[in-house]
């Protein structure tokens, strides 16, 4: 399922879900926050209307924000392990 469905609030014809997962999808996988995702995508689907499933939006959101918050302290450690490795072995 690609993005066009989730901001169209679509679901793929059968043909189109076969297809390899798109970049979008890729990415969320990486969150651990799929689940989450089809469950936009499905209150997108049944009610056409933002509002009315506020709370698994924002759910999703928390999800996401929490995995780009230890994703950012991550690779601040990568940056300055990168960094102590320069002065001490330059």
């Known amino acids: 399922m690609g993005v066009r469905f ?4 679509l679901r793929p014809s059968p043909r189109e879900d076969q297809d390899e997962e798109g970049p979008v999808d890729q990415m ?7 689940e989450l995702h089809y469950a936009v995508q499905e209150g997108m689907a ?7 499933f506020q709370s698994q ?4 959101k928390d ?11 991550q690779l601040m450690r990568q940056a300055q392990a990168a960094a102590l490795w ?4 330059t």
Request: proline share 0%.
């Open 86 to 89: 320069d002065t001490e072995y």
């Open 6 to 9: 989730f901001l169209a609030g």
């Open 57 to 60: 939006v924002q759910t999703f």
């Open 63 to 73: 999800c996401v924000m929490i995995f780009q918050k230890a994703w950012k302290e």
């Open 28 to 34: 969320i996988s990486r969150t651990s926050c799929m």
């Open 46 to 52: 049944d009610h056409q209307d933002w509002m009315k």
